[in-house]
């Protein structure tokens, strides 16, 4: 397995290309409907990704399992059905690089949360980077929300009615940039 100290891995390569080949095809179905999305990942990328994974089965067998690459193929093996989920819901994206994006500064904030001072700082400090990160993936703006929310809360909104105050539970027309309409 010198192969992989010492330079480029023919075997990656050519996964690699593999992996482009079904991107490329992903970026011309995107911005189609789920169903005609689906139909055109079942028609050109399900023969795809089944050669695929005959060639990976091919090249578990011929490569060292505690080697780099060994260890790649290993961990594709191991999440293959979930890799291969896209083909079934024309709704799943390919990858989860827009979640990856749309949680990074909810990781900062984690890493900021750390010079809170005090454990229950650093908790409160996360629990209000949630509420504002679910608020923008809800489509709410932060402000009004927490400003309404927290209003509703000192007036008296009941404890077993919390779920009404959730972010995704705001009705967004009402709630803007300018505030409660």
């Not at 909810?106 to 010079?115: G, M, P």
Request: aromatic share 8%.
């Amino acid at each position: 397995m010198e192969i992989t100290r010492i330079g480029s891995a023919p075997i990656a390569e050519a996964g690699v290309k593999q992996i482009g080949e079904l991107y490329r095809i992903e970026a011309e179905l995107r911005g189609f409907d789920p169903q005609a999305r689906l139909v055109g990942r079942q028609m050109r990328l399900a023969p795809l990704v089944a050669d695929m994974q005959a060639w990976l089965i091919h090249h578990r067998a011929r490569v060292a399992t505690k080697s780099p690459l060994g260890e790649a193929l290993a961990y594709i093996t191991k999440y293959w059905d979930g890799l291969k989920l896209f083909l079934t819901d024309g709704r799943i994206e390919i990858d989860n690089n827009s979640v990856e994006r749309t949680i990074r500064p909810i990781a900062l904030n984690r890493k900021n949360a750390l010079f809170a001072g005090h454990d229950a700082g650093a908790e409160n400090w996360a629990t209000i980077a949630s509420l504002v990160e679910t608020c923008k993936l809800n489509a709410v703006d932060p402000q009004v929300y927490l400003t309404t929310t927290l209003t509703a809360i000192v007036n008296g909104h009941k404890q077993n009615r919390i779920d009404e105050l959730l972010p995704w539970n705001y009705p967004v027309a009402e709630y803007s940039s300018k505030g409660v309409t």
